[in-house]
C-alpha cells in the first residue's frame, strides 16, 4: 500500500515569510513528485512537479527531493494571501500509474 | 496549458438513480484518463484508470459494476455512478495524460455529487 504522508495543519505563516511544506512517501521505487495546489471546492491546479534528489525552483517556489529519506518539500518565498490553499503532495511510481496523493496541508497567510 | 473540461460541476440527485460524468480533453489527445474520488477534508482517492480502447484497471475497494468507465475515443472519458446511494456522495475528478504531456497529469475543474 502505497502511502503518502502530510502535517493536515492549518500552517500559519506571516504574509511575505517563507512557508514550508512537507511530505513523507513510502514507496522506494516512486519516481516522480508533485506538489498541487487546492482551494476548497476547486480542483487541483499544479504548482511543480519534480524527479531528481536536490532542489528545483520556479519562481517564489522551491521543490526539494531527497530519495534517501523518501522526503520532498515546497518552499514558498515571499508568501501572499493569495497562497492560502491546501497543499497536495502527490507521487508517482514507473509506467501508467496514476498519483497517489496526500491529504494536504492547509496553509494560511496571514496578512 | 492543456485543458480538460469536466462536466457538469454540480449534480444532485435521487438515490437509485444513474448519473454520467464526462471528461473531455480539449487541445490534447488524452491516453490515459484517471478517475478520482476525494471526500471532504479527505486527499484524492484513485478509483479507476483507463486506457483508450481498453477496459479500465480499478482500484481496489471500488466496485467496476457501480462505477462505469468508458474511454472510447482519444477526447473522452465517461463516468457513470449506476444506482447511486447518499454514501456515494463526493467530489469526483478526473485527470488526463497524453502525447506530448510527459509527466503531466492535467485534472478536469471537478463535480460534486450530491445524492439525496
Known amino acids: 500500500q502505497k502511502e503518502v504522508e502530510q502535517n493536515s495543519g492549518p500552517l500559519s505563516v506571516p504574509e511575505g515569510a517563507i512557508a514550508s511544506l512537507n511530505c513523507t512517501y513510502s514507496d522506494r521505487g516512486s519516481q516522480s513528485f508533485f506538489w498541487y495546489r487546492q482551494y476548497s471546492g476547486k480542483s487541483p491546479e499544479l504548482i511543480m512537479f519534480?524527479?531528481?534528489?536536490g532542489d528545483k525552483e520556479d519562481g517564489r517556489f522551491t521543490a526539494q527531493l531527497n530519495k534517501a529519506s523518501q522526503y520532498v518539500s515546497l518552499l514558498i518565498r515571499d508568501s501572499q494571501p493569495s497562497d492560502s490553499a491546501t497543499y497536495l503532495c502527490a507521487v508517482r511510481g514507473g509506467g501508467a500509474d496514476g498519483l497517489t496523493f496526500g491529504k494536504g496541508t492547509h496553509l494560511i497567510i496571514q496578512p | 496549458g492543456a485543458v480538460v473540461s469536466q462536466h457538469p460541476s454540480r449534480v444532485i440527485c435521487k438515490s437509485g438513480t444513474s448519473v454520467k460524468i464526462e471528461c473531455r480533453s480539449l487541445?490534447?489527445?488524452?491516453?490515459?484518463m484517471f478517475w478520482y474520488r476525494q471526500f471532504p477534508k479527505q486527499s484524492l482517492m484513485l478509483m479507476a484508470t483507463?486506457?483508450?480502447?481498453?477496459?479500465?484497471?480499478?482500484e481496489q475497494g471500488v466496485e467496476k459494476d457501480k462505477f462505469l468507465i468508458n474511454h472510447a475515443s482519444l477526447t473522452l472519458s465517461t463516468l457513470t455512478v449506476t444506482s447511486a446511494h447518499p454514501e456515494d456522495s463526493s467530489f469526483y475528478i478526473c485527470?488526463?495524460?497524453?502525447?506530448?504531456?510527459?509527466?503531466?497529469?492535467?485534472f478536469g475543474s471537478g463535480t460534486q455529487l450530491s445524492v439525496l
Open positions: 519534480i524527479y531528481s534528489n
Open positions: 483507463s486506457n483508450e480502447g481498453s477496459k479500465a484497471t480499478y
Open positions: 485527470s488526463a495524460r497524453g502525447t506530448g504531456a510527459g509527466e503531466k497529469l492535467f
Open positions: 487541445d490534447f489527445q488524452a491516453t490515459t
